[in-house]
Each structure stands twice: as C-alpha cells, then as structure tokens.
C-alpha cells in the first residue's frame, strides 16, 4: 500500500541523506526495480525450501564496500522501522539471514571478504563476508603446515559460521572455530565500531557462539592458525545391514569419542540400493581423518577399532586442505574450487540436531533403520560426529557454544527433495519430525541440546515483533544451556530496544511479554 511505498522511499533518502558520499551509497543500494535485485538475493541462498516466490522478500539488498555504509545503513533501518538481516554466506538452513515476515532489508556482506594471513605470528583477520574455503586458500597458499578449525562445506561464510561455533574435521584435536577467535571487530546498534577491547570480554564472549543477528554486525574477526602435518590420512569404509553395519556402528559409538585426538571420525547412515543382495539396505560409511600417516593410523585402527576391517587400500595420504575437499565430496584436483561460492549444489532441504551421551542400543538403531526404509525418506542421511579430545577439556561455559564434554557424538539428519516436489514438502518435513520424534529416547534430555548452527524453528522461536524472556528460554536453552542467561544479559547492556532480532535472537530482559 501507500505506506509501505512511502516508508520504502523514505528509507532510501535517509541512506543517501546520511551518507558521508551519498554517489558512493547510492551504487550498493538494490531495489526491487534494480535488475541485480534478484541475482543478488539468489546468489548465496543454500536452501531452496526458503526461496520459493511465496517467500517474503526484503525492500531493499544493501551491500556495503565501507564501514560507513554500515553505520548508515543501522541509522536509517532504525529510523525507518525496517528489519535488519544480516548476511555473509547465506548457509542459514532456515534462511533467517535474507527472510522475515515483517518489513526488512538485508545487509549482504559479500563485499567484506578480505583475509589477511599472518604466518609468521600464525594469525589471520578474515572478514565476515568470506566463505571458509577462501580462509583456507589463503592459508595454505602461504603454508602447508598451518589450518584452520572449521567447517567441511567450503561455501560456508565465516560471518554465521564464526557466530554460531563451527565445527570440522580438527574439532578432536582443536575445538571450534569459535575457540580461535582471538579478536573481532563489530558495528553496534548506535553505529559504533568496536574491537575486542572496547566491546568488552562480556559481548565479545556473546559473539563467539552466540549467534549471529543478535549483538550487531561483526565485520572481521582475527584467528589463531593451528598447526598440521603435510601429510594426512583419510579413509571411507561403507558397511551394509549385511556387512554387520548394526554391530560396527554399535561398536563405533564406545570408541569414538575416546579415539586419540589426532583422529577423527564420523558415521553418514543413508538408504542404499544395494547389487550384492539385490534389494534396498542400510549404509553406513565410516569416516576418518588422521593427522598423520597410514602407517601409523592401520596398527591403531586395527587395535582400537579392529571390528572395521581397515585395510591399506581404504586409506589415502594427502594434504589438510585436500582432506577438507575430500569430506566435503569435491574434486581434489584443483584448490582453486576453494574460491568458487557457487561449487556446490543448492538443495532444497530440512535438517535437525541433537546430541548424544550414551550408546543407542543394537535394538534402538535398528528403529531409526526402519525410519529410512519408509518410503518417504529417499533423499536422507544421518550423520553421527565423534566428539571428545579437545571438546572434553574445555569448559561448557568458556563460550557461548555448550556442548562440550559428556557427549559422545552430534547427530543430525537431513532430508532433501526437488525443487518441483516442494509442494510435497510437508511430507518430507513430516518424516525427519518422526526421526527427531523416535530419537527422543536415545538423545540429551532436560534440556534436548541441539546445535545452534544447525538452525531449526521446530524447537520453539521469539514471537513475531516482540518476545520475552520465557518464550525465547524454550529454543535458547536447548541451543546454550546455560550460557542462554548470560547472553540475555549482554543482549540487554548492548541493545536493549531489541533492535537487531530474528525468530531464534536473544532478547534483552526489558522486553514486554
Ligand atoms: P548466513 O549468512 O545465512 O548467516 C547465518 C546467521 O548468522 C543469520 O542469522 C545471519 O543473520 C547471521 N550473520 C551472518 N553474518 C553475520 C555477521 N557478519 N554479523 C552478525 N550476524 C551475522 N556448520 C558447521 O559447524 N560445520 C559444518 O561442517 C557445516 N556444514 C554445512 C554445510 C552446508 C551445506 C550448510 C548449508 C551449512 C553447514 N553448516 C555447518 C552450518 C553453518 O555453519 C551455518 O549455517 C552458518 O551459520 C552459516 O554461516 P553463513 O555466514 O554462511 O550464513
């Protein structure tokens, strides 16, 4: 209506209004007449089921070249009364950086991606728009014996990634992306720009985990790179129902977790069809990242695991990098891919987590099989993560991010479908429910921990326009135990008019319920 029209262009005034040089602005503004509009909406979406036409759409895409466009663009979204979405990769797997139901305009910080590493003090300050894959280029352009703890989808941006945790195939050896986060550089809601100093170690411990979209729009953060061997060893060995998956996999949720920190492992169960007994079963496919060679990971495998099989042909050696392409499903042949933010298929998918602190019994796993045999869960996976090693020692309250010792493995399940099925989503999503729902019995209670990146709006969100302690309490426990109160309190010394917000934000105190 005339309103909205005219609060739109109000809107835009105020940016040009506001603008130390209004020419400047004016070229990273996008308006839905703007024919880079849509293609630059589109660009980092991962998750089609939140890009459908019915899909609300922001008035306005800003993507900000300096730091004053920032400033400028917080001012008048205050203003203005319009909703910030901030975005770096656009990985959210609800979608919450680029869709709201109430009025918005979306922050795209795809031109924020500079990195600038730091062998020598083994340091890098990476800007929140890059992705993952590009933080690992530049390290290893620069050094084969330096990494960096994150995530395997190399497309990930490090805005949401960083905020919310992180995790990877060197969690055992050396915990999260969150937990190298050194220093960090945020606009707050008044505009101004702080670093670790000036913010305070309250906010910035809220930014390590925290989630983003709550405290303001970190623009940098500055890591601590960790140190790896040239030479890694990864493997794969897949198990079918017939090949005793139950009885390995069963096995596999004991040592897991114990496994020296130099090895990781992970567990993908999907529905295979299968030659060998000509009818659909189960896989399980064991994977591993060892940081070291195949001579030394086959005698350990064999003494701690042995009920796997490893034999020397699963196994290969490569570089860290080249691992991380190798969990992440890509060609090894050329490192450049790390640098394309298009290299992965987008999917049209829902996903859920959860963590787990006792073995599931034989009979129990069994249960989740005949989930996947129904018929509606042809495009799924679960996949069980090991933890311990580093994630034991530190403490559930040194971060935002709780999870951490007392659980053996996350679990998390995802289920996929076409794009030209969408209408058939409700199916699909009601599938994973009843896996999520089964998973009950066998996973953390009081509260049900689930993974804060692994974003799902099934476990409870704000209100929309205005939340409350309580109603925020149901999702953010589960997200951060206890860590939730300590993060209410930050959220109501930084921004207690509640101005940066999603469904799944932290609400300051003062809100009215
Ligand atoms: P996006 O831009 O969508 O932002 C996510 C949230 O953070 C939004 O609420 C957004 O507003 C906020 N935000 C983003 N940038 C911000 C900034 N600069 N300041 C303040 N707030 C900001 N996770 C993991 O730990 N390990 C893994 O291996 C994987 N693998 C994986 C694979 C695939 C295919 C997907 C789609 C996702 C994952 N993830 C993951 C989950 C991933 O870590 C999570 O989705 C991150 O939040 C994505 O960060 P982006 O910047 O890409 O998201």
Not at 197 to 220: C, H, Q
Not at 357 to 371: A, D, F, N, V
Not at 465 to 484: D, E, M, P, V
Request: proline share 4%; charged share 20%.
């Amino acid at each position: 209506g005339a309103t909205l029209a005219d609060s739109h262009d109000d809107f835009l005034h105020c940016l040009s209004l506001h603008s130390a040089d209004s020419a400047s602005i004016s070229k990273v503004i996008f308006t839905q007449s703007n024919s880079s509009y849509l293609p630059i909406l589109d660009v980092s979406i991962q998750n089609l089921r939140v890009s459908t036409s019915a899909t609300p759409k922001p008035f306005v895409i800003v993507t900000p070249l300096q730091t004053s466009h920032i400033q400028t663009t917080i001012y008048c979204s205050k203003t203005h009364k319009l909703e910030i979405r901030i975005r770096s990769g656009g990985h959210d797997f609800e979608g919450l950086s680029y869709v709201s139901e109430v009025p918005f305009i979306i922050l795209d910080l795809v031109n924020f991606r500079s990195i600038e590493v730091d062998t020598k003090n083994k340091v890098a300050w990476v800007e929140s728009g890059a992705t993952i894959g590009e933080l690992y280029y530049r390290i290893v352009e620069k050094s084969k014996t330096l990494a960096f703890p994150a995530g395997v989808c190399h497309t990930i941006g490090v805005g949401g990634h960083f905020s919310g945790g992180g995790y990877g195939i060197l969690m055992r050896k050396y915990g999260l992306a969150a937990d190298h986060v050194i220093d960090a550089h945020l606009i707050d809601v008044n505009g101004r720009i702080l670093d670790r100093k000036s913010m305070g170690e309250d906010l910035f411990w809220a930014i390590r985990g925290g989630g983003g979209n709550t405290f303001g729009v970190v623009l940098a953060w500055k890591v601590k790179l960790v140190p790896v061997p040239q030479v890694v060893t990864v493997f794969t060995v897949n198990k079918t129902l017939e090949q005793n998956a139950t009885k390995i996999l069963h096995r596999w949720q004991h040592i897991g977790h114990k496994l020296p920190d130099d090895l990781f492992t992970d567990v993908t169960i999907t529905k295979v069809n299968s030659s060998q007994v000509g009818k659909k079963t189960i896989q399980a496919a064991f994977k591993a990242l060892y940081l070291g060679g195949i001579d030394e990971l086959i005698p350990l495998i064999q003494d701690r695991f042995p009920e796997l099989g490893l034999v020397k042909q699963d196994c290969i050696e490569m570089s860290w990098v080249e691992s991380v392409l190798y969990f992440g499903g890509v060609s090894r042949e050329r490192l450049d891919i790390l640098l394309d933010r298009n290299a992965l298929p987008k999917q049209t998918f829902k996903a859920k987590s959860d963590y787990v602190k006792e073995p599931i019994p034989e009979s129990g796993l069994e249960g989740i099989w005949e989930k996947f045999f129904e018929k509606e869960a042809e495009i799924a996976f679960m996949m069980m993560v090991a933890f311990g090693g580093k994630m034991d020692e530190i403490p559930e309250a040194a971060l935002p991010y709780p999870h951490r010792a007392g659980n053996l493995y996350q679990a998390s399940y995802l289920v996929a479908w076409s794009k030209e099925e969408n209408a058939e989503s409700q199916k699909y999503i009601s599938w994973i429910r009843r896996l999520y729902s089964y998973m009950t019995t066998y996973v953390s209670k009081s509260p049900r921990e689930a993974y804060f990146n692994y974003r799902d709006l099934d476990i409870g969100t704000n209100n929309v326009g205005y939340t409350s302690y309580a109603q925020a309490s149901i999702w953010g426990l589960k997200y951060f135990k206890n860590n939730f109160n300590r993060l209410v309190h930050v959220k109501t010394m930084v921004d207690p008019e509640n101005f940066f917000k999603n469904e799944q934000s932290i609400p300051p105190l003062s809100s009215s319920p």
